[in-house]
Each structure stands twice: as structure tokens, then as C-alpha cells.
């Protein structure tokens, strides 16, 4: 199953040169990671047979994950939580249920 962002996307995000393969499989993983935490955030699935996630919505989860994988790579000591900006573009996304 494809993730909704690329390792290209993210080294494009966080300005690394493509043809560095080195930390591939790391980039791939804070992909995922970020992916999971903005469908638990959101109590939405955005990879998998079935999405719950809007089509329309994709593209703002898409930013929301770029924004949480660069942050992470970026920040690899960091203590603090997900960047704000990261929170309030999932904030509308999120299935609150009944």
C-alpha cells in the first residue's frame, strides 16, 4: 500500500539531494509514522482499502504529514509536541463520531 507522500516529496520538502539513498529507509519511516499519527489524530484512515478520509481532504493531510516527517527529521532531539501549524491543518479533518 502506498504511502500518501513520496521519499522524493519529503527530501524535496527538507531540500536533501535525491540522489543521496542513505537515510531512505529512515525518511520512509517518519513518513509512516507521521501518516499514523494523522489518522489517529483524526480518526480518519487515509492509506488502506477502505479511506475514510475525503478525496478532498487528501491534500491537506498530504501537506500535515510533510509538515510532521521534515519537522521530526529536522528535530531528531526534539522534546516539544507536533508543530502547531501541523495541529491546525488536521484540527478540521478530524471524525469526532457519535
Known amino acids: 500500500m502506498a504511502e500518501p507522500v513520496s521519499v522524493k516529496q519529503l527530501k524535496d520538502q527538507l531540500r536533501l539531494d535525491p540522489s543521496f539513498a542513505d537515510e531512505d529507509g529512515y525518511l ?10 494523522a489518522e489517529k489524530w483524526t480518526n480518519r484512515t487515509i492509506v488502506g482499502t477502505a479511506p475514510s478520509l475525503p478525496t478532498e481532504d487528501m491534500p491537506i ?10 519537522h521530526w527529521y529536522d528535530e531528531r532531539d526534539a522534546s516539544a509536541g507536533p508543530p502547531q501549524s501541523v495541529a491546525a491543518l488536521l484540527a478540521p479533518l478530524r471524525h469526532w463520531g457519535v
Open 28 to 37: 520512509l519511516d517518519l513518513i509512516v509514522a507521521a501518516r499514523r499519527m
Open 61 to 70: 493531510a498530504t501537506r500535515a504529514i510533510l509538515m510532521l516527517a521534515a
